[in-house]
């Protein structure tokens, strides 16, 4: 099992400011087969599913506010959420799914300073 | 448009067993695999496994490899986890999600809270 380990906890940043979240998988989760990264990251608000925001790492899923940014490869990923807004305030989590069982990180609680 | 409809919540006995729906809609059925996820109070996102609804082919989490079952109603477009012997570690909303491309999950039902309680 590919244990995903997400940091930090909990985060409080200033309106306007910028927000950095960090997923170390255990293992790589590069496909080379697709030359792809099977990582995906989501936005929970309370009372609601998790919402899609990025996946194969980097790739914005549609609809999503350019704020929003994956980077990184193999076992070392990151999601920026630039100018920070209001409606940002929610729970993150990333996502393997290179491998079953899928995994997700602990999850990192987002609030406004 | 996709749209994913789980059953209402539940409330079990330590013991019991629980059906769960999630019915499906706007795209081919048979076309994309389906997961159920559950998240429990104060954990993160489970995954509990996966089902091919073109062949009924399922994958399980080993944790809970024996007590979950997937199963599917093409006719329906409809797919069901069954869980059996109820703890009450398995108090959690659970989801249903079908997949974007690879194993990403674009759409989810609204999700299903079942609490476990004497």
């Known amino acids: 099992e590919i244990v995903m380990t997400q940091s930090p906890e909990s985060l409080a940043v200033s309106l306007g400011e910028t927000a950095t979240i960090n997923c170390k998988p255990s293992?790589?989760?590069?496909?080379?087969?697709?030359?792809?990264?099977?990582l995906a990251w989501y936005q929970q608000r309370p009372g609601q599913p998790p919402k899609l925001l990025v996946y194969w790492a980097s790739t914005r899923e549609s609809g999503v506010p350019d704020r929003f940014t994956g980077s990184g490869s193999g076992t070392d990923f990151t999601l920026t959420i630039s100018s920070l807004q209001a409606e940002d305030v929610a729970l993150y989590y990333c996502?393997?799914?290179?491998?079953?069982?899928?995994?997700f990180g602990q999850g990192t609680n987002l609030e406004i300073k | 448009q996709v749209v994913l409809v789980q059953s209402g919540a539940e409330v079990k006995m330590p013991g019991a067993s629980l059906r769960m729906s999630c019915m499906t809609s706007g795209y081919s059925f048979t076309d994309y695999f389906l997961h159920w996820l559950r998240k429990a109070p104060g954990h993160g996102l489970e995954w509990l496994g996966l089902i091919n609804p073109r062949s009924g082919t399922t994958t399980y989490a080993q944790k809970l490899e024996g007590r979950v079952t997937l199963t599917r109603d093409a006719s329906s477009a409809t797919v069901y986890l069954h869980v059996s012997s109820l703890k009450s570690g398995d108090t959690a909303v659970y989801y249903c999600a079908r997949e974007g491309r690879d194993g990403d999950y674009k759409y989810w039902g609204q999700g299903t809270l079942v609490t476990v309680s004497a």
């Open positions: 293992q790589s989760v590069f496909y080379n087969a697709k030359n792809k990264n099977y």
């Open positions: 996502q393997q799914y290179y491998s079953t069982p899928y995994t």
